[in-house]
């Protein structure tokens, strides 16, 4: 008994062998053990292209004969079609690390400044092959946005921005970023829009379908996270794109740690060399000794004229303006331990831009220069 898909007729000779003809093109490309061997041919993509325009005109008509050929050949065209899409130049291999190497050298020559690298990593992750990307800080159980960057739409990266500041994320169980975080490995999501994992406001705002997201880590702790995905491309990221990710996130932790060290050491380097000033104006003031008694009284010289007052020591301890806030005062002592402007929003738990405005406000009031010069004044004040 003759069995036919959709009731259709037995094949006609010439659609056996446009079968056969596109199973041996197949293996003209594609060892049937390892997809990815066979892939430098340049007719590779002409023959799959070719291969699904005949498997579709024959498909319909193939009688239960032929069906394991055709099954095979959909099976041998689905794996070469995949791999060939994946090396396609967005994946080429040798592409990725050029672009990888170009960014990391880029990293590497940027300003020693925390603030500058985490406004330049977004956009070196775009020069990698993705479209957006955030830089992400963790701290304290949260998740808050940093910086963020889309290819040519400067507007939309700070809408996303200002929403991942605003509402920080929880990092709650479940959350596809608190696996990242626990596990500290890269991860990808995909179906973003349809995912109650992730971090809702920024989801709705991007109109992500899929992203990967890579933890930075330092010293066994994840202190950020990078996510970046192919939105203007319109496909989803992969595996490839979070190794390439992770890559990334190892170069700008090694730029990261050596910025804040080199800040640590500007700003030790100017309280000390206030501090010498200090310790040179009190050497000087040794000078001016006074043996007096308060309230002694003293006698005119033989001329009548009265003798003029010793000048005062010229380290005479100065005292912190009064109208610094507790606020402020806790503030200005992280300053003078040599904190940075997020190191010191981590520890009062307020943002870096509630930082900054303290700190704007305390030279201000201190009629202080600079961070240097308002330490200083905070360790003659005998604080």
Not at 131 to 157: C, K, N, T, Y
Not at 167 to 186: S, W
């Amino acid at each position: 008994m003759d069995h036919h898909f959709d009731g259709g007729e037995a094949p006609a000779m010439g659609d056996q062998e446009a079968i056969r003809d596109v199973l041996a093109g197949l293996r003209s490309v594609l060892d049937a053990d390892d997809p990815s061997t066979a892939l430098q041919s340049v007719q590779a993509r002409a023959v799959v292209e070719q291969a699904w325009g005949t498997l579709a005109a024959v498909l319909g008509e193939t009688d239960h004969d032929s069906a394991t050929e055709v099954l095979a050949a959909l099976r041998r065209l689905r794996g070469l079609d995949q791999a060939l899409l994946h090396a396609g130049p967005e994946f080429d291999a040798s592409a990725s690390s050029r672009r990888l190497g170009e960014a990391l050298a880029r990293l590497e020559a940027a300003p020693c400044s925390i603030p500058a690298l985490v406004e330049l990593a977004p956009r070196l992750v775009c020069e990698l092959g993705f479209d957006r990307a955030i830089v992400s800080h963790v701290a304290d159980g949260l998740w808050v946005s940093e910086s963020v960057f889309v290819m040519d739409d400067p507007q939309w990266a700070a809408d996303i921005n200002r929403i991942g500041q605003e509402q920080p994320q929880p990092l709650v169980a479940g959350l596809f970023e608190t696996e990242a975080v626990r596990r500290r490995e890269p991860i990808v999501v995909t179906d973003v829009q349809h995912q109650s994992r992730v971090h809702k406001r920024i989801a709705d705002a991007s109109m992500s379908r899929s992203y990967v997201a890579a933890p930075i880590v330092s010293r066994g702790r994840v202190v950020g996270l990078l996510h970046a995905d192919r939105y203007n491309q319109g496909r989803d990221t992969d595996e490839r794109d979070s190794e390439l990710l992770l890559s990334f996130s190892h170069g700008l932790r090694l730029a990261l740690s050596r910025a804040q060290v080199t800040e640590q050491l500007d700003a030790a380097g100017k309280t000390l060399a206030r501090l010498t000033a200090s310790l040179e104006d009190a050497a000087e003031g040794v000078r001016d000794v006074s043996l007096r008694l308060t309230g002694a009284s003293v006698s005119e010289p033989a001329s009548g004229h009265p003798q003029p007052r010793p000048a005062l020591a010229r380290n005479t301890p100065r005292t912190l303006p009064a109208e610094l806030t507790s606020r402020e005062l806790q503030v200005l002592e992280l300053v003078a331990e040599g904190r940075t402007n997020s190191a010191i929003a981590k520890e009062l738990v307020i943002s870096d831009g509630t930082v900054k405005q303290h700190v704007k406000h305390i030279l201000r009031k201190m009629q202080a220069g600079n961070r240097a010069e308002a330490i200083a004044l905070w360790f003659q004040a005998g604080r």
